[in-house]
């Protein structure tokens, strides 16, 4: 890394403030400190996640934060909408898991029914399908559909982990697996990069969630 500085914008509305305009050289790349640190943050919250800890929550606000500004800035607005949307997701989980505590386990964890799978499966196609029509509509993106699918995905596998359901981590590998190529066409490396260490990183929290649901019984908030 070779410094701090502030890249220009083009058009007046590029201009989402200095945390989209900060950067770091790496490797002869320049890197936003934004998406350096949201996508910094976003690793965290898999960890956190894993580990079942309140802690998982605040950090993700902090990652939607920063990455709101990334995605604006790389014309992507199904994930800047995600950023939203994820946030108050993170407010719901935060207040359902400090309900759902277990003395011995930590948060209630368990897996989702065949009827919870089938709607979310549905979901996540017609919601892909109705969102990335909004967003072609209005040349919100310059990848409607994958953007849409990376957008509902997240915000099912976020809602899924404040229900305490261990196939979010499944979900979040579709995610994942959209995401890295629109990333790369981006020009965020860094952002296609973390994509691909969550991928490891998911397994590992499935594993781990997917015992832990054979080991408890789930309390009903």
């Known amino acids: 890394m070779r ?17 989209a305009q900060a950067s770091v050289s790496v490797f002869g790349q320049r890197l936003g400190l934004a998406e350096l ?8 919250v898999v960890f956190l996640a894993r580990r079942r800890t309140l802690w998982t929550w605040p950090v993700q606000l902090v990652s939607v934060v920063l990455l709101f500004s990334v995605y604006v800035s790389a014309h992507l607005g199904g994930l800047a909408v995600r950023q939203v949307v994820v946030g108050v997701i993170a407010l719901y989980g935060w207040w359902a898991w400090a309900r759902r505590r277990d003395p011995v386990f930590g948060v ?9 799978l089938a709607v979310t499966a549905g979901v996540f196609a017609a919601g892909t399908v109705g969102f990335a029509l909004v967003l072609d509509a209005w040349g919100a993106s310059w990848a409607p559909w994958p953007d849409a699918a990376i957008f509902v995905g997240t915000v099912l596998a976020f809602a899924l982990q404040a229900w305490g359901l261990v196939e979010f981590w499944l979900v979040w590998l579709v995610v ?10 981006s020009g965020l490396w860094f952002s296609a990069g973390v994509y691909t260490v969550f991928a490891v990183l998911v397994i590992h929290g499935w594993v781990s969630w997917y015992r832990s649901a054979r080991r408890q019984v789930p309390v009903q908030a």
């Open 3 to 19: 410094g701090v500085v502030f890249r220009g914008v083009d058009r007046e509305g590029d201009r989402v403030g200095w945390l």
């Open 37 to 44: 640190f949201g996508q910094f943050f976003a690793l965290a």
């Open 108 to 116: 209630a964890v368990r897996r989702a029914s065949s009827a919870e």
């Open 176 to 185: 994942d697996a959209v995401g890295v190529p629109v990333q790369l066409g």
